[in-house]
């Protein structure tokens, strides 16, 4: 029997690797503003010669576009008339929530009560003596009960007002103090811009006075309207802001949100320590330029959207996008990976604003999100009492759109967006809706 014999043969395959530049290039691009910020700061403690200036604190006019609708200049602050009925996501969430309190009978009375005059933006629609009228309470009996709801997620819905929305906000984030509560008693001020003033009325500095503001513009005061088919839920600083101008909407980096990266020489550095500042300030500058390219180029095709929220969005793939600006698919997805917009319609996030096209063959064309949100507007409007069927909605939606989807679609779309069956959305309307318009809070 031959015994193995050991042979030596020459073979070749390809392989390809990320050299640590490349790797720390992908990364960045993908990075939000406060991720992008934590990691500058560590290569700067790391690196002598990095220098990291502080991103620069806004000013008491400099208000994030989702403040637009609350914050009525010349005129102090207010809440602008809501159009739409509660979204459905919104009142299944808090429904949900409110059987996971097992309350008892009139309590849970009460509860409904207050979860049926909720606005889209997650405030009370109506005055606690209608609630206390129609469920025969007393006022200790019903704020009990709404103290409960408004330790609900997101944080601010239940609030009565502009200020118990943004107190109950700042609780949560270990922010409230002596400070903050005489800055919330103050909104109307605040909204004037008026720093010297409000740092006396409030017995404070104008620096302590600045520090609440950078807190208080950060918070969302529309917190139900996360529940939008796109919207952003978070509090965070966006990475891009989208303003009205005289020629249309206007879109940029939020430079308040991140840091200024130098380069300088420094004798306790290396050379090589040098290079990889310099290679690094590159990679941000590229970043940047990258997102405000890719922001500029979905504002363009999204324009409705950002009017009408998300019934206007247009269809839209990473593919298009990366055909138009020259650049890999899997570039654009890194770029909108985590990234945010604020608008005067919300924060949104770049990712959600993607939407593949559902019609043709002879149909009209629209997006899948377009057509969430003209379901979600349809349940809102429905008789609480009578409430649509899956199979009346795919033939609402056919006449609303041209667009005919199979039944399964539509309660596919209607789960996504956590919206029981119609006969668990059948309830008894309990109160009027009544309009903020014009009413200042403070």
Not at 148 to 166: D, S, V
Not at 329 to 352: F, H, K, M, N
Request: charged residues 20%; glycine residues 8%.
């Amino acid at each position: 029997m031959r015994s193995p014999q050991s042979r030596i043969g020459l073979t070749q395959t390809q392989r390809l690797e990320l050299n640590a530049s490349l790797q720390a290039s992908i990364a960045i691009l993908r990075t939000d503003a406060a991720g992008l910020t934590k990691f500058l700061e560590e290569q700067a403690a790391q690196n002598p010669h990095l220098r990291l200036d502080p991103a620069p604190a806004p000013s008491l006019q400099d208000w994030l576009p989702r403040w637009s609708g609350v914050l009525v200049a010349g005129s102090g602050l207010g809440l602008a008339a809501e159009t739409a009925d509660t979204s459905p996501s919104l009142m299944a969430h808090v429904m949900g929530e409110i059987e996971r309190l097992n309350l008892a009978p009139k309590q849970l009375k009460i509860a409904v009560a207050l979860a049926e005059v909720l606005e889209p933006s997650g405030w009370l629609g109506a005055e606690l003596s209608l609630v206390m009228a129609e469920t025969r309470s007393t006022l200790p009996e019903v704020e009990a009960v709404l103290q409960r709801l408004q330790q609900f997620e997101p944080t601010g819905i239940f609030a009565r007002n502009l200020a118990e929305c943004l107190r109950l906000q700042a609780i949560e984030a270990d922010a409230f103090d002596a400070d903050m509560a005489a800055v919330l008693s103050h909104l109307d001020l605040l909204a004037t811009g008026n720093l010297a003033r409000l740092a006396k009325v409030c017995n404070t500095t104008e620096a302590a006075v600045l520090q609440r503001f950078k807190v208080i513009r950060a918070m969302n005061p529309k917190p139900g309207a996360e529940f939008a088919s796109v919207s952003a839920a978070q509090t965070r600083e966006p990475d891009l802001v989208v303003t009205a101008t005289p020629t249309g909407w206007g879109i940029a980096l939020n430079r308040s949100a991140l840091p200024s990266l130098r380069v300088e020489r420094s004798e306790a550095g290396s050379a090589d320590g040098l290079a990889q500042a310099k290679s690094l300030q590159r990679m941000v500058e590229a970043r940047n330029s990258t997102l405000l390219l890719v922001g500029r180029e979905i504002l363009a095709r999204q324009q409705e959207a950002i009017r009408l929220g998300p019934t206007g969005l247009a269809p839209m793939t990473m593919a298009d996008l990366a055909e138009a600006l020259g650049f890999h698919e899997s570039t654009i997805s890194r770029v909108v990976a985590g990234a945010s917009l604020d608008s005067p319609r919300g924060t949104w996030w770049l990712r959600q604003m993607f939407s593949p096209a559902l019609g043709g063959n002879g149909q009209p064309l629209i997006s899948g999100a377009a057509m969430r949100g003209r379901m979600a507007r349809l349940i809102a409007a429905e008789n609480p009492s009578r409430p649509l069927s899956d199979a009346a909605l795919t033939m609402a939606l056919a006449i609303d759109t041209g667009v005919t989807l199979a039944r399964r679609t539509i309660a596919k779309y209607r789960e996504a967006e956590g919206i029981p069956t119609a006969s668990r959305r059948k309830r008894k309307a309990i109160l009027p809706r009544t309009s903020r318009k014009g009413r200042v809070e403070g």
